[in-house]
């Protein structure tokens, strides 16, 4: 197959791209692009900004690149630089969604899933001090001159940090039934 199809003048019209092949780039998809809202700060915000990326890069085709799924070839140099074109660009969009701090520590990494890994691995630590921290957010919050709605989203998102960040473990004796 020369990846071309025959066109009935006899000239040859190339194949239409794989837009369900993670090696499409999107002519939107670009390096400088902005795919997420906000940006990446470290432990405060990691949760909901692993959320919207996964989101993103899920509805993109892109999600293996950072998960590893997506590997470059071996043997197809043509597949390997797509790759290596596509993993600059999610590269691109992850160092384009973290703050400048965040940013220095992870500018060198040349591999989406390396740059993955590491903030997963340096962020995705909650300690004593973060639990007290939003505990703490969360008795401190007041309605003052925000509406109820906006009152209890905010209550409402520090709840679910406080429970996504501390992992009780569930009773499974016989009192507790």
Same mark, same amino acid.
């Given at each position: 197959? +020369?990846?071309? %199809?025959?066109?009935?003048?006899? +000239? /040859?019209? @190339?194949?239409? @791209?794989?837009?369900?092949? @993670?090696?499409?780039?999107? @002519?939107?998809?670009?390096?400088? =692009?902005?795919?997420?809202?906000?940006?990446?700060?470290?432990?405060?915000?990691? &949760?909901?900004? /692993?959320?919207?990326?996964?989101? #993103?890069?899920?509805?993109?085709? &892109?999600?293996?690149?950072?998960? =590893?799924?997506?590997?470059?070839?071996?043997?197809?140099?043509? /597949?390997?630089?797509?790759?290596?074109?596509?993993? #600059?660009?999610?590269?691109?969009?992850?160092? =384009?969604? %973290?703050?400048?701090?965040?940013? $220095? =520590?992870? $500018?060198?990494?040349? /591999? $989406?899933?390396?740059?993955?890994?590491?903030?997963?691995?340096?962020?995705?630590?909650?300690?004593?001090?973060? %639990?007290?921290? %939003?505990?703490q957010k969360i008795n401190s919050l007041t309605q003052k001159s925000l509406y109820v709605s906006d009152c209890y989203n905010k209550l409402d998102s520090l709840w679910k940090e406080f429970d996504g960040s501390t992992?009780?473990?569930?009773?499974?004796?016989?009192?507790?039934?």
């Amino acid at each position: 197959m +020369t990846g071309e %199809i025959p066109c009935t003048s006899g +000239t /040859k019209i @190339p194949d239409s @791209p794989d837009v369900d092949d @993670p090696l499409y780039i999107h @002519p939107t998809d670009t390096v400088t =692009g902005i795919i997420i809202s906000f940006k990446l700060l470290g432990t405060e915000n990691l &949760k909901i900004w /692993k959320s919207s990326m996964t989101r #993103v890069l899920k509805a993109k085709n &892109k999600l293996g690149f950072v998960e =590893g799924t997506v590997n470059q070839s071996d043997s197809d140099s043509i /597949k390997a630089l797509k790759w290596e074109r596509v993993n #600059v660009v999610v590269c691109s969009w992850l160092l =384009g969604s %973290i703050s400048e701090t965040v940013y $220095a =520590g992870h $500018a060198g990494s040349e /591999k $989406a899933v390396d740059i993955w890994s590491e903030l997963n691995e340096t962020y995705c630590k909650y300690d004593g001090s973060v %639990i007290f921290n %939003i505990h703490q957010k969360i008795n401190s919050l007041t309605q003052k001159s925000l509406y109820v709605s906006d009152c209890y989203n905010k209550l409402d998102s520090l709840w679910k940090e406080f429970d996504g960040s501390t992992n009780l473990i569930e009773c499974v004796c016989v009192a507790s039934t």
